[in-house]
């Protein structure tokens, strides 16, 4: 069965380091996405991506970056994570507009 | 910001009632999605009202769309403990694929 399945399921890192989250999809969808959920804020979009080499910036994209060679990964960057970046995030996929699948989750904290 | 305010915030309700929470949207779509989210996990596709749409039914739940209003409800029928969860809408624009959240009704549904 096609999933979606995000690495690790939860991190703890040190502000400055850099840390990058996976997320790899077997559904062959072209449309993928990454959000942060804080309480308070529901899911906010940080990045997404259209295809291979395609990526754009949501409206929380300040600090985090993508990269898109393939279909099946869009890894998730923090150049230099923050305090304000901990939260819970949560990668996705979508053919066009059409419903979006979610993976389980990744919890970060960043002490 | 958030595309999608939701009503009521919190909703509890014994096993067997309905369920009605209501989403309130701003700019025209293309379509309007709704989603669950237990506790710890990811979220989950329930379904897809498109714009040209008034009213769907997907086993126990019905959604209706008002665009003139811009709002939308999730009525959930004959409510069961296992519905308890966090429900989301989001919609979709004519010019992108992405999903745009509100924030959220918790749903408590006591045995």
Redesign the interface.
Known sequence: DAEITQSPRHKITETGRQVTLACHQTWNHN?M?W?RQDL??????IH?S?GVQDTNK??VSDGYSVSRSNTEDLPLTLESAASSQTSVY?C?S?D??????????TRLTVL | SQQGEEDPQALSIQEGENATMNCSYKTSINNLQWYRQNSGRGLVHLILIRSNEREKHSGRLRVTLDTSKKSSSLLITASRAADTASYFCATVSYNTDKLIFGTGTRLQVFP
């Open positions: 449309n996405f959000y308070g804020h529901g899911l906010r979009l997404y259209y949501g409206e949560f996705a979508s066009r507009r059409n419903e979006q699948f979610f993976g389980p989750g």
